[in-house]
């Protein structure tokens, strides 16, 4: 007897029971140990998750590919290593302490222990160090819950020795290929975080639609009276920094003449946004000159009373406040929109930057790192520049107001703006000095006629060595290859993260990268005592001190810390420790690391990943191998809202992982993942869930209680299926069509799970169990049951319905694996789904005629209701004949007439040469034998009826009454045998009690 099936089933809380089951025996255990012993292996790669908070529904999309690609492959005798990733360094972290403790800067951090700084940094890591290890925690559990079978006493921390370690023999690498060096350069900087922001880092998601207030300026000519440059900027703090105006030389700009001030002024603006900007005033056009003829003319500012201001002039007098041709390259002027003259400020933003530095233009340093303005700006000193930025317009307005010369007009702008990744401030430009690695620098040392000489060239060359899924992920790789900036790995005035190992000597500029922690303390000449015994994190790796090798002087190592795609990008090394000598293979004898290198798959969501944790793999792969990490990578899109938004908890569409885990279930979750296309970004909610869970697990739960309870009502088992000798099977055409059917998806799903293809397999299984109970189980119902005398016909179904379940719940566990273990040891009686082998298609069970005329039959019953529903006929009401006209079915085809019959309620079949298209055609006219057995049909529909509200076992017997008035003459022995009606007699209205 196998286990009664709960007809009401709550998927959270079978899964809850399962996953006991699983702790109880050892399951996970037992499946992670499997392959042991094999030859064969699958490495795969897991994207370490950022341990900073619990996990949300967005979260589970990718842990559910992880996971079921790591099942099939042990399913199918693969051995693994099953490591989970945390990534735990860098300013996510930094910020959730730093909220938890309620401070907001670096001097709060620098004084938790007040007036020792060193005690201050300590004391933060460390609360650094104990956020990650209590979220990875939480975090575990929660994979766990979603069914994520890994290896969670081994999970790598990027914050690992190491990890840690090894980014130092990659920096140490790049170092002796001449590839690290300090670039002064505008960067996008975080004035909360107090640091730059990478080109890695500023992701489209990060980049907000504000409004902000922008300025058309009037910029004086030097030697033309009432002559001005009409400059316009959506960043009015910048303009105290202004340098230059820059001008398309090949563009035509046009002097207007016009008394808008209240006096009659001229103004140079671009020709095609004259009628734009003067659409509201009278105009004279006076003259038209290309751009080139206005380079090199001097005009006013009104900042240049200012300390810092007057200093830049003074000591660049030839090319302060002039016009200056832009190269289109490096800064691209529009005709559409504001005036074709582009304020230039040389310290406050990147394209200024390079043009600056192209035409050496001079630079006005203009905010400190938390965006207040430096000394040298008068009353603007120690404000804030992007809290406060109507000072610059209230003082420009006052200004204009007496004197007439310096606004033109004031209005707010829309447009996107980025802000900080993790904090979400607001950006601004600054000059500062970070480090680099080179992308574009010939690799030193290599011999001559060597191809692929620079890193970029040579990470082309490795992103095309990796299969991309879908194909347009190598187009976006390439594309950010071929277009990004050197990479900035440094990260000013931060605490938590990898301690960049370059040693600069204050004395001579001369600086070298140190490669391992064995190097620093055989360089060490002070400061080794204080650090040994620590993670490689401050404060106490900035105690040790070298010795200069240029000139002899004592020297600190750089304070910044890396940037966090360092740590993420070198998991292909760090992760592969030999267990045999508990030693990173990578650095040691790389016998263990070859055996995994380079990973055979990795997932995560394409959006940000193109230009952070796939490039960061693929530079430090390549610097390090000139090989790729991983050989095939799936990416998937997002997980928004039911409404199409991202979701937001201010919003209200935003749904964290437990919540939905315990009111939908995880496997209802998963099946939403592995369904989904990963081009297309997933609405995730409630409803969506539901109608997933109605279309697939509570079909297939059904199925799987139909086939339970009528074995147990018929006494059939296992034991029978198994033990050949005593079972006869004589299968039917609709059983041989299901066997056909279920052997070619088996193999239909293997090949795309090799392919790494989820979503077509999962929606091929979808179709199955849609056939499965729609046809098969439902053409079926009459073969079982208390009042069946065909053993044989009984035997053949459950032996049937018994091999697709047990074979689809093996299909189905990686991508279910509650549903698919309930199921299994229910009917196997082993231990679990997932210790036993991946199933194998029978290919002599694979008939494609049998399935194309099923198809025929499937479309006959669908053609002929469709007839009946039009003239208003129920399917009860049986009808004398159906005349078909198809080329596929011959009349000897007795099975399948049969099914026509059965389905459709109709006494005979005719079927004729096809036409074109396959037509049927009823005949509807009904005679009284077929009205009175349409009135026993419903008869029995009323009594089943009454049985259910009864409470009726299906294997009860009960007592029927039914109106003498149209008493079912002659089909009294169908009524009682379809009702299990013990007792029928007539009486004046229909009733039925129990026996």
């Known amino acids: 007897m196998f286990k009664n099936v709960n007809t009401k089933v709550s ?69 693994e290593r099953f490591q989970n990733g945390f990534d735990c360094q860098g300013l996510w972290i930094e910020v959730e302490v730093e909220k938890e403790l309620g401070i907001r800067n670096k001097r709060d951090i620098e004084n938790l222990v007040p007036g020792d700084k060193k005690a201050s940094v300590a004391k933060f890591v460390e609360l650094c160090k104990e956020r990650v290890k209590r979220f990875s925690k939480i975090q575990s559990e929660q994979s766990q819950k979603l069914g994520y079978f890994m290896n969670w006493n081994n999970s790598y921390f990027t914050m690992s ?33 107090e640091t730059a922001i990478s080109q890695h880092e500023m992701l489209t ?18 030697d033309a009276k009432d002559e001005f440059l009409l400059v316009w900027t959506t960043t009015p703090w910048t303009i ?89 390259l490096l800064m691209p002027i529009s005709m559409s929109e504001g005036t074709g003259m582009v304020h230039t400020a040389v310290s406050a933003g ?54 007439g010369k310096w606004v033109f007009r004031i209005f707010p702008y829309k447009h996107r703006y980025p802000a900080c990744w993790r904090c979400k401030t607001e950006l601004v430009w600054k000059v500062a000095d970070e480090w680099y690695i080179s992308m574009d620098k010939e690799e030193k040392g290599l011999k001559k006629g060597a191809k692929d000489r620079t890193l970029r060239q040579q990470m082309i060359k490795t992103a095309k060595m990796i299969r991309w899924i879908p194909d347009f992920g190598l187009e976006r790789e390439l594309d950010w290859l071929q277009n990004m900036h050197d990479w900035l790995i440094s990260k000013k ?41 620590h993670s490689p994190h401050k404060p106490y790796i900035d105690s040790v001190k070298i010795k200069c090798d240029k000139c002899g002087k004592n020297v600190s190592r750089l304070d910044d810390v890396g940037n966090v795609w360092l740590d993420a990008g070198i998991v292909p090394f760090s992760t592969l420790i030999d267990p045999k000598s508990n030693k990173l293979s990578y650095t040691s004898d790389k016998k263990y690391w070859r055996e995994w290198f380079p990973a055979d798959f990795i997932t995560e969501s394409f959006p940000g990943q193109f230009k952070n944790w796939f490039y960061s793999m693929i530079a430090m792969s390549t610097v390090l191998e000139k090989k790729n990490p991983f050989c095939s990578v799936l990416g998937y899109a997002s997980v928004l809202g039911e409404d199409g938004r991202p979701m937001h908890k201010s919003w209200g569409n935003a749904i964290e992982f437990n919540e939905a885990a315990g009111k939908i279930g995880v496997d209802v979750m998963r099946w939403m993942y592995v369904t989904q296309k990963p081009t297309m970004n997933l609405l995730f909610g409630y409803r969506t869930a539901d109608e997933t869970r109605r279309r697939f697990h509570l079909l297939l739960w059904n199925i799987y209680n139909f086939f339970i309870t009528y074995a147990n009502i018929d006494g059939w088992t296992s034991k029978e299926h198994n033990n050949a000798s005593r079972v006869k099977v004589n299968y039917t055409v609709l059983d041989l069509w299901i066997l056909s059917r279920l052997n070619r998806l088996v193999k239909a799903v293997t090949k795309n799970l090799i392919n790494f293809d989820a979503s077509t397999g ?42 697709i379940l047990s074979i689809f719940s093996r299909l189905l566990a990686p991508f279910n694996p509650y549903l698919s273990e309930s199921i299994y040891i229910n009917i196997t009686d082993e231990l679990s789904v997932h210790l036993s082998d991946w199933p194998q298609p029978d290919a002599s069970l694979i008939s494609d005629k049998l399935e194309k005329k099923m198809a025929e039959v499937r479309s006959i019953v669908e053609l002929g209701h469709a007839q009946r529903k039009a003239q208003n006929i129920k399917v009860r009401q049986p009808l004398r004949l159906i005349t078909v006209y198809t080329d596929l079915l011959m009349t000897d085809d007795s099975e399948f007439v049969s099914l026509i019959k059965d389905e459709l309620n109709i006494k005979s079949v005719e079927i004729k040469p096809g036409k074109e298209n396959l037509l049927v055609e009823l005949d509807t006219k009904i005679s009284q034998d077929l009205l009175l057995e349409g009135q026993a049909r419903e008869f029995v529909r009323q009594i089943q009826i009454k049985r259910k509200e009864l409470g009726c076992s299906l294997t009860e017997e009960v007592k029927v009454t039914l109106p003498d008035k149209n008493f079912p003459d002659g089909f009294e022995e169908y009524i009682k045998k379809e009702t299990l009606a013990g007792e029928l007699k007539r009486g004046t209205v229909l009733s039925v009690e129990k026996l």
């Open 350 to 403: 990147e394209e200024d930057f390079k043009l600056g530095k192209k035409l050496g233009l001079p630079m006005i340093p203009v905010i400190a790192d938390n965006a207040d303005y430096i000394g040298g700006f008068g009353e603007f000193s120690g404000k804030n520049a992007k809290k406060n930025p109507g000072i610059i317009l209230d003082y420009l307005k006052k200004r204009e107001e007496k004197e």
């Open 161 to 193: 020795d190491e990890n840690n370690y090894m980014i130092w023999h990659f920096l140490r690498t790049c170092f002796d290929k001449g590839w690290v060096y300090k670039g002064r350069e505008s960067v996008p900087w975080c004035p909360r975080c």
């Open 205 to 222: 998601e990060d980049y907000k639609e504000l409004t902000h207030e922008s300025v058309i300026m009037k910029f004086p000519l030097a």
């Open 493 to 533: 005035n931060r605490y938590w993260g990898l301690a960049l190992p370059i040693y600069e000597c204050s004395n001579c500029g001369y600086f070298t990268v140190i490669g391992s922690k064995e190097e620093l303390k055989e360089k060490a000449i002070e400061g080794w005592e204080d650090f040994e015994g």
């Open 240 to 328: 105290i920094a202004n340098i230059a105006v820059a001008v398309d030389t090949e563009s035509d700009y046009t002097l207007v003449s016009s008394d808008i001030s209240g006096r009659e002024q001229k103004y140079w603006l671009a020709s095609t946004l004259v009628d734009q900007i003067f659409k509201d005033f009278g105009k004279k056009i006076v003259k038209t000159v290309r751009g080139k003829e206005l380079v090199g003319l001097r005009y006013q500012s009104a900042f240049d009373g200012l300390q810092a201001v007057e200093k830049a002039r003074d000591e660049n007098p030839e090319k302060f406040h002039t016009v200056i041709p832009t190269d289109p």
């Open 11 to 79: 998927f959270p809380e079978l899964e809850k029971s399962i996953y006991e089951y699983w702790i109880k025996n050892g399951v996970i255990e037992k499946y992670l140990r499997r392959n042991d012993g094999s030859k064969k292996r699958f490495s795969f790669i897991d994207g370490p998750i950022t341990a900073n908070n619990p996990m949300g529904v967005h979260h589970a999309w990718g842990r559910t590919y992880k996971d079921l690609w790591q099942k099939f492959f042990n399913m199918r005798g693969y051995k």
């Open 762 to 803: 999962a929606i091929l299984m979808e179709d199955f169990i849609s056939d499965l109970s729609l046809w098969y189980i439902r053409r079926s119902r009459s073969r079982v049951g208390k009042g069946v005398t065909s053993l044989d016909d009984k035997n053949s179904f459950y032996t049937v319905t018994y091999n």
